[in-house]
């Protein structure tokens, strides 16, 4: 295989109708007679429902049918797909019966002619509440005395995850330190640029349902719609049109899903619903929310022993798909790319009286990596190390891969020390250590932050993830020689339109033009399972890499018989298939194809056609890692910490398109350090959402941002043939310690050692004020 | 209410709720679905058209606020099948991930790039401070400004509505 296309910066091919307005997103499908679908949401954040009284709402002109909670209890709690021992299984049904449990939550749902008076109706709802003791706070929750979100329950305690790898006891007792901080994650919120929306169209005679969604899993939605909904799942068809932006919140199935399903079936005409921003943020899946004591042992040379986390997870009041896996993978990772001989995790999910958390773009890695990357700080300036030292001195070598952790994964290829170098070297580091000794000496505060992150992709192997870790690609070349990839993952921004391409036409010495992949349809791509945890190109561009192999034997099976030599003589050059060994025998690539699908002059035994099927299966996790520098400078007036300089070198295994790993590196250091800087969902003590919208919950924005500089180390991973590792989510879980680690370097002569996310102007303005720089 | 509204050159007449926002009838009367609606509350920058010549978000506009407007969409950004430069830099530059903001993007972009052909990086992060983008992390999309900005100083007759 000659490679013209991978490795290349190739433009998007999806980018023309998304530039020019074209595009089709789920607000954009129309359909004759369609219905509008708004819903009413509790106010309370715990209450008892006395009575639901829809006459006012069902009276008003354009109003087509009000559902309430009992009429569609019949389609059952909303599943959630993961399972821990003893787990207390809080499930949500369509719309809250008898009680709610969070302001947002979902009690009644109306259809109406148009979208303007179905909002009106949701309003005229009305609703007698009992309001019920609120609990907001996961460490009160978890209090017998505090308040129970289930009675059925004996506590709001959902799980408790605990694991000890080698001996932390006397890991702490040789210690010659110890170093222990809280860490706090604080809630978030994904705020995709597109909120949530579904319609749904229900065909009667057939028992036939078609569901457009904004969904990251169309294959896994169909599933369960089909289930909950009485419709035969190959009669039911999930179509995810253009999708902006997942972040992990668009793989859940929500209320409003089944509902919309629920009620084109009911009335018999499709019925759109389109998530409005408010609703979104109280009732779309919040992520991190996390709170984490941990210990750190270390020898006087900086050397871990050791290290015990006691971690608090608040789940929200309930489980939705994915919830109480999310935190266990702060566990998994907790070592980060260090040797930790011995680690304890004693980890609680707690139910509290707000929105359900779940998969948020790093989901459970960046707690994981934040915490072992502020403790590491904490540790080097305890034993007055250089950050950069501690670190290097605790990486396992690039011989020790695979390298199995305390955290009870095995690492597939790493060199850490490598994308350490290059980032210390990229941003000048011995210079910026120089450069903010002068300025401390003239009283300004620059400060310099480290982060070597490890995270987990590729998900996985099935038995490691509770099952479905696999994906699923077919690839038919057409009869034209034009080839289409059907794929099982669901893009949304991530460009698989154009690095299948690149794959397949250097696989077959074609153009990428003459590649289109189809995904997002139940009804056209083979079933898959989706895109999140960056697995899309890793576990489903390998899909397609093998149904090409497949294919390319068969293709040099048939320009064998027609060159008179034999399959394992012919290779592939460009545009044509050729006798190896400069033998001036060749056959065009689109004349095998027209052979193939004529099927005359084939080789005995030979089927017609050219088209195959993969399921790849994953034998492990993949690990990418990097190495993030961030500068910043403190404005003595606001304490506002400005980013003057931001270095991140990654290492996401071989690369097909850079131009597609550095967008999504961009995009997610700025979720990243929007976690460091500016996001937070704030919940009063009354449970009410005090950042209930994009004027309160702060989300960066272009002015907030130096040019990022930067680099990437190639390390191959082992586990799939192109050596991908993913990089959906690095960007976001190496800058959020980057940056709080830089903001406390740049405030330690004031005597700081920690200070909690999210770092705004005011927290160091009051430590600039209150204190005096030593 | 009676409004006629201009959009892309094409004239749309109807009678209208007073509260129809024209985000919404551009959206759904003139079926102009490039506009996208991203909070509904004027922060986000989605919904940004070019309305006599500024730009707006149709989210924060009535219809009837909009009564003789001549209203430029995303869809009135190319022209005899030629991509507009900002199109184009989005394009080259991978100015955009999931697309959704895009098109606020280009008409936020447009107008700056009318008051100021040569902005700096800083302008034009200013420029779209009210739009917002969680896929890019904005790196890119000021690089498909600059490069519709050399590309509009070479061509300066390729704007919008001409």
């Not at chain 1, 006395?50 to 389609?75: F, M």
């Not at chain 1, 996961?138 to 995850?161: C, G, T």
């Not at chain 1, 179509?239 to 009911?266: H, N, R, T």
């Amino acid at each position: 295989m000659t490679q013209r296309y991978v490795g290349q910066a190739m433009k998007r091919k999806e980018d023309p109708r998304l530039v020019s307005g074209t595009s089709t997103y789920v607000d954009d499908v129309v359909l004759p007679g369609m219905l509008y679908m708004a819903v009413t949401r509790s106010m309370h954040a715990h209450a008892r429902i006395k009575r639901v009284d829809t006459s006012r709402a069902q009276k008003l002109p354009g109003v087509v049918a009000v559902v309430t909670g009992e009429e569609v209890a019949h389609c059952g709690p909303i599943p959630c797909a993961a399972s821990l021992p003893n787990m207390k299984r809080a499930l949500r049904h369509l719309l809250a019966m008898n009680k709610v449990r969070f302001v947002g939550e979902p009690i009644a749902a109306v259809v109406a002619e148009n979208k303007y008076i179905a909002r009106d109706a949701a309003d005229l709802v009305e609703i007698d509440y009992e309001p019920l003791p609120v609990v907001v706070d996961p460490e009160k929750a978890m209090d017998p005395a505090s308040p129970r979100l289930y009675e059925e329950f004996s506590d709001n305690i959902a799980f408790n995850f605990f694991f000890e790898s080698g001996n932390t006891e006397e890991a702490f007792k040789k210690a010659d330190v110890i170093v222990k901080e809280r860490f706090i994650n604080q809630r978030l919120a994904p705020i995709t640029m597109e909120p949530r929306g579904v319609v749904a169209a229900y065909r009667m005679p057939d028992n036939e349902l078609v569901v457009w969604c904004s969904t990251q899993t169309p294959h896994g939605l169909r599933t369960l719609l089909a289930n909950m909904l009485q419709v035969p799942e190959n009669q039911t068809r999930v179509i995810a049109p253009e999708v902006g932006g997942g972040f992990g919140c668009k793989v859940d199935l929500y209320a409003e899903d089944g509902l919309v399903g629920y009620l084109a079936k009911k009335t018999g005409r499709p019925v759109k619903w389109i998530e409005g921003r408010r609703e979104n943020i109280a009732a779309t899946i919040h992520g991190r929310d996390q709170i984490d004591d941990v210990e750190l042992a270390l020898k006087k040379d900086g050397t871990i022993l050791g290290m015990r986390v006691k971690a608090i997870a608040d789940l929200g009041a309930f489980l939705s798909f994915f919830t109480p896996m999310i935190p266990t993978l702060t566990g998994l990772l907790a070592p980060g790319c260090y040797k930790v001989p011995a680690l304890k995790f004693d980890q609680v999910g707690v139910l509290t009286n707000k929105m359900a958390t779940d998969a948020y773009r790093g989901a459970g890695r960046p707690e994981a990596t934040y915490l072992i990357e502020r403790i590491m700080d904490v540790a080097a300036q305890k034993l007055k190390i250089d950050p950069a030292e501690i670190r290097r001195k605790n990486f396992p070598q690039p011989s020790e891969f695979p390298f199995k952790t305390s955290g009870g994964v095995i690492y597939d290829s790493a060199n850490y020390e490598a994308a350490l170098d290059r980032a210390l070297e990229k941003a000048d580091y011995k210079g910026l250590r120089r450069k903010q000794g002068q300025l401390r000496k003239q009283g300004k505060y620059m400060g310099i932050g480290l982060s070597s992150y490890v995270e987990i992709c590729s998900a996985g192997p099935s038995h490691a993830v509770g099952g479905g870790g696999w994906e699923a690609g077919t690839v038919r070349v057409e009869r034209t020689g034009k080839v289409s990839v059907l794929t099982g993952v669901s893009p949304h921004g991530q460009g698989q339109e154009t690095s299948f391409a690149q794959i397949v036409a250097d696989e077959f010495g074609i153009e990428p033009d003459d590649v289109v992949t189809i995904h997002g349809d139940t009804g056209r791509v083979p079933s898959g399972i989706g895109t999140f945890g960056s697995r899309g190109t890793s576990v489903g561009g390998t899909a397609v890499y093998l149904a090409v192999q497949d294919l390319k034997e068969k293709m040099k099976k048939i320009a064998a018989h027609l060159l008179e030599s034999t399959a394992d003589k012919i290779e592939f050059g460009i545009g044509k298939l050729l006798v190896k060994g400069n033998s001036g025998r060749s056959i065009n690539f689109n004349d095998v194809v027209t052979v193939a699908y004529n099927a005359v002059r084939l080789p005995p035994g030979t089927e017609p056609g050219l088209e195959a099927t993969r399921f790849f299966e994953p034998s492990n996790f993949t690990f990418p890692f990097g190495t993030h520098v961030c500068v910043v400078e403190i404005d003595e007036e606001t304490g506002e910490p400005k980013i003057t300089k931001y270095v991140a070198v990654d290492d996401c295994g071989n690369v097909i398109n850079p131009l597609l790993v550095e967008g999504q590196i961009h995009g997610g250091l700025v979720q990243g350090i929007g976690q460091a800087l500016h996001e937070e969902v704030v919940y009063d003590e009354n449970g009410q959402l005090l950042t209930g919208s994009l004027m309160d919950y702060a989300i960066p924005r272009a002015h907030d941002f130096p040019e990022f500089e930067l680099d990437r180390t190639v390390t191959p991973s082992p586990v799939n043939p192109l050596g991908l590792k993913g990089v959906g989510e690095a960007g976001t879980i190496g800058s959020t310690p980057a940056v709080v680690n830089a903001i406390v370097d740049a405030l330690a002569p004031f005597g700081i050692t920690h200070i909690d996310m999210p770092v705004r102007s005011e927290k160091v303005w009051r430590i600039l004020k209150g204190r005096k720089a030593s | 209410m009676h409004v006629k509204i201009k959009i892309n050159g094409k004239i749309y007449e109807r009678d209208v709720e007073p509260r129809l926002l024209l985000t919404h009838f551009i959206r759904d009367v003139a079926g102009l679905t490039g506009t996208h609606i991203g909070c509904e509350t004027s922060i986000c920058g989605a919904c940004t058209v070019l309305a006599n010549g500024l730009a707006v978000k149709s989210c924060t506009m009535f219809a009837v606020q909009s009564d003789g407007a001549d209203v430029v969409t995303i869809e009135g950004m190319a022209k005899d099948g030629q991509l507009h430069p900002l199109q184009e830099g989005f394009w080259e530059e991978h100015g955009l991930q999931c697309g959704y903001c895009t098109p606020g993007m280009i008409m936020c972009s447009h107008q700056l790039l009318s008051r100021n052909a040569s902005p700096s990086e800083t302008e034009i992060r200013e420029a779209l401070g009210g739009n917002l983008c969680r896929c890019t992390g904005y790196q890119n999309i000021v690089k498909a400004v600059q490069y519709a900005s050399r590309k509009l100083r070479l061509a300066p007759k390729v704007a919008a509505g001409d």
